[in-house]
């Protein structure tokens, strides 16, 4: 592997820069779930996925559907009477005396033929509009029902083992939707014809049909341990192609190019995104020679078989066995069952490997719908007047230490409450679980007395306003980042009163479309606004929901000194109607806190004015003096 760029090799006594960390997942999410399973485990999901898929199809389309079916009956009795009646033409045209007898007595025949044939051919046009029209239906509800999990998860889901991949791998299920039905309809097409023409092999001689069966099924068999050989080399590959689909969306995001660019991060974010790729495209290749070996034995065996079917039905024609006509119609029906049982396996065999990708989203599906907020129906007064936690303790998954340990306080309608404290200590998990977007492992945090693991978690946040740290730059109206799709009257008023709280009305009306123009910079007709200026937004979009309880986490971070000012002042001015939390490093602005509260380790170390702890010699008036002495 090389690296081109200049500042990876222009000295070769500097070390190499590291290769992407190999991912081994451990645990039962990494184990691949047919690693055990056997054939008839296997072949035992094609029943399952075709109910899957008629069940799907029929939610979004039931016209398409029935389309469908009257289509696969349409086609398999068009089969039928094309084979019977070729028998019965044949038998008028190998015969005895003159031609123009021989073909008059074939002429009907042969017009039943013509028709069935056309209609055949009907019945494939109607099935492939039906396909193309439920397709892109089946596959939107299958992505937006995706998106929908994952957003209505538990926020504690995140940090699980296993979520991100499990989603990733869930990705792949929804894009393999698109050839869902296309699969599934030809399935059930060359069923429907090989039940057709293998009724009338067996009628002309019951030995065909076994015969032929046995030259089809090694391929079947082939085909699907092919396919099973593909998701294996998928399951090794979903923690590789996560990352690396992370790395590609960070390294060709605008937002993050001047960083990208900056520090000298091109030629190693290629490497890395080569290295990836090649580790991907290595397990790929590697599958290769064992998917050869597959098929060359498969078709070999199948060959072999298939030698035998027709030197039987040589056999049966010489020997007089059958007729002369019925062995003419018997090398139409061999081959249309042939080619039936062919489309069946092949089509069976992609099912199958629709399924084995379709079983991981409908897996991700339950197990977000496992973790999606089920803790009561309790409501929440519109207006609370106190919240307060009870011994409170949280730990995140996968680690040993508590971010919130055994914290207990109060808060009262018309109070700002500043907490503070050094990275890691337990700010912004105190703040999720105030909000309910956490629950507590141990204690309580009730809301005028409700318990928030026995409340309706919309009634929660239904009455919250919050500003994270990593607030959501959204690609919507500049209207929309204002009121998050929540307008609360018909006319833009109380839009630009948010506005104005946060000083964002003349950078608003200096978009090209004012509350119309598009926040994003990417996109045709959009704009971008500075740091500042999108932390702005995001506080009065909380400003704009007028909830009972506003949480703001380092609000102010990338703001100038005048724009901060104004927040804290509109902050000040709303504080009566509500209860205020402010997360800050900032500590001058905690002057206009009612109340202060420093955090260490996940506990609260410190309580009181600002007054009151710039004297009490503790951590804050630590911090203080260290703010002043930069």
Not at 287 to 303: E, M, N, Y
Request: glycine share 8%.
């Amino acid at each position: 592997m090389t690296v081109t760029d200049d500042a990876l090799t222009a000295h070769s006594d500097t070390p190499p820069p590291p290769p992407p960390a190999v991912l081994d997942f451990q645990g039962k999410h990494g184990e691949n779930p047919l690693a055990e399973a056997g054939f008839r485990t296997m072949c035992g999901r094609l029943p399952a996925v075709l109910k899957h898929t008629v069940r799907l199809a029929w939610a979004v389309d039931r016209t398409a559907v029935l389309i469908l079916l009257l289509c696969q009956l349409l086609t398999g009795a068009a089969a039928a009477l094309t084979l019977a009646f070729t028998a019965r033409a044949m038998t008028y045209l190998l015969a005895t005396g003159p031609v123009s007898e021989r073909l008059h007595g074939a002429l009907p025949a042969l017009v039943v033929v013509t028709a069935a044939a056309g209609a055949g051919r009907l019945g494939m046009a109607l099935a492939s509009y039906a396909e193309r029209r439920v397709t892109p239906l089946l596959m939107t509800e299958a992505d937006v029902a995706l998106v929908a999990a994952v957003c209505r998860v538990e926020v504690a889901a995140y940090g699980e083992d296993g979520f991100a991949d499990r989603q990733e791998a869930a990705e792949v299920g929804v894009t393999r939707t698109t050839t869902l039905v296309n699969d599934a309809q030809r399935f059930a097409a060359a069923g429907v014809r090989m039940v057709a023409a293998g009724g009338v092999i067996t009628v002309l001689h019951w030995a065909m049909l076994p015969a032929l069966l046995l030259a089809v099924l090694p391929a079947g068999l082939g085909a699907i341990l092919r396919a099973r050989v593909d998701y294996e080399t998928h399951y090794l590959n979903v923690g590789d192609r996560n990352v690396r689909g992370m790395t590609r969306w960070w390294a060709t995001s605008a937002r993050y190019g001047d960083e990208v660019r900056a520090n000298g991060m091109t030629g190693y974010i290629l490497y890395w995104y080569r290295a990836l790729s090649e580790r991907i495209d290595e397990r790929t290749l590697t599958a290769a020679p064992r998917q050869l070996r597959i098929d060359v034995s498969t078709s070999a065996v199948s060959g072999v078989f298939l030698t035998g079917t027709w030197a039987l039905l040589a056999w049966l024609a010489t020997t007089g066995a059958v007729p002369l006509p019925v062995a003419a119609t018997a090398v139409l029906a061999v081959q249309t069952t042939l080619v039936a049982l062919s489309q069946l396996v092949i089509q069976g065999a992609a099912l199958f490997h629709i399924s084995l990708y379709l079983a991981d989203m409908r897996a991700f599906l339950d197990m977000a719908g496992a973790r999606a907020p089920k803790r009561g129906e309790l409501t929440i007064p519109e207006q609370v007047d106190e919240i307060r936690l009870d011994e409170v303790v949280y730990r995140y998954p996968g680690k040993e230490q508590p971010a919130v340990n055994g914290i207990s306080l109060s808060l009262r309608r018309g109070e700002i409450l500043a907490v503070v404290g050094e990275n890691g200590s337990g700010k912004s998990t105190l703040t999720k679980l105030i909000t309910g977007l956490l629950l507590a492992d141990k204690g309580r945090v009730l809301w005028d007395g409700t318990d928030l693991a026995q409340a309706d978690a919309e009634a929660v946040w239904k009455r919250t306003a919050l500003v994270p740290q990593n607030f959501a730059t959204w690609p919507l109206r500049a209207r929309e980042n204002i009121t998050l799709g929540q307008p609360k009257s018909w006319d833009d008023e109380l839009v630009w009163k948010a506005v104005d709280a946060v000083g964002m009305r003349e950078a608003v009306e200096e978009l090209p479309n004012r509350l119309d123009t598009l926040l994003a910079r990417e996109l045709f007709g959009g704009a971008e606004l500075s740091g500042g200026q999108w932390q702005r937004l995001a506080c009065g979009r909380a400003l704009y929901r007028r909830t009972p309880l506003l949480i703001l986490d380092e609000p102010t971070s990338q703001m100038d000194a005048r724009g901060e000012h104004q927040i804290f002042l509109e902050i000040k001015r709303l504080a009566a109607d509500c209860m205020t939390i402010v997360v800050t490093h900032q500590l001058e602005n905690t002057r206009l806190a009612d109340r202060i509260i420093v955090m260490e380790h996940g506990r609260v170390t410190e309580d009181g004015t600002y007054d009151d702890l710039i004297h009490a010699g503790g951590l804050f008036a630590e911090l203080v003096a260290l703010a002043q002495d930069r």
